[in-house]
């Protein structure tokens, strides 16, 4: 699956945001850690506010942070909420006749289901781990992928 530059923007600031969970951070820093338009994240920080996920406070020493604790912020929670169009295919308003397109569109979105449940298992917290620890989210069916 491929993630909008939106989704990838907002997991970035939060990953920026849980490496830097001390002290407000401002945009600028991002932008400069990243090399991403101020003006992109000034909407993706707006957005990750309204999610109630980071607090910003505006004026002389403001600036963002978490609003929660990295283990308490979902993988599933962010990128349903940045990704317009994880609802799946339209099935044909008519269920009475069952075609191939919508038996199509069935398993679709039963695998889209199946990766944002997937997603549910995850947070900030595991993304942000060291990387050695990291061998966890790679594993397959109890098996290192």
Do not use: W
Request: hydrophobic share 35%; net charge negative.
């Amino acid at each position: 699956m491929r993630l909008t530059r939106f989704t990838d923007y907002s997991l970035r600031v939060l990953i920026y945001l849980g490496q830097n969970n001390e002290s407000r951070v401002t945009i600028h820093q991002i932008s400069e850690a990243y090399d991403i338009s101020k003006n992109h994240l000034m909407k993706v920080v707006s957005n990750l506010t309204r999610l109630q996920v980071v607090a910003a406070q505006r004026g002389p020493g403001g600036g963002i942070q978490l609003n929660r604790s990295p283990e308490e912020i979902s993988l599933n929670e962010i990128i349903s909420n940045t990704e317009k169009d994880l609802q799946g295919l339209e099935c044909a308003p008519d269920r009475e006749q069952v075609t191939a397109d919508s038996r199509l569109s069935d398993v679709l979105s039963h695998a889209l289901q199946a990766y944002l449940d997937d997603l549910g298992r995850y947070t900030l917290a595991d993304v942000l781990e060291p990387a050695a620890d990291n061998n966890q989210l790679l594993k397959v069916n109890g098996q290192a992928a």
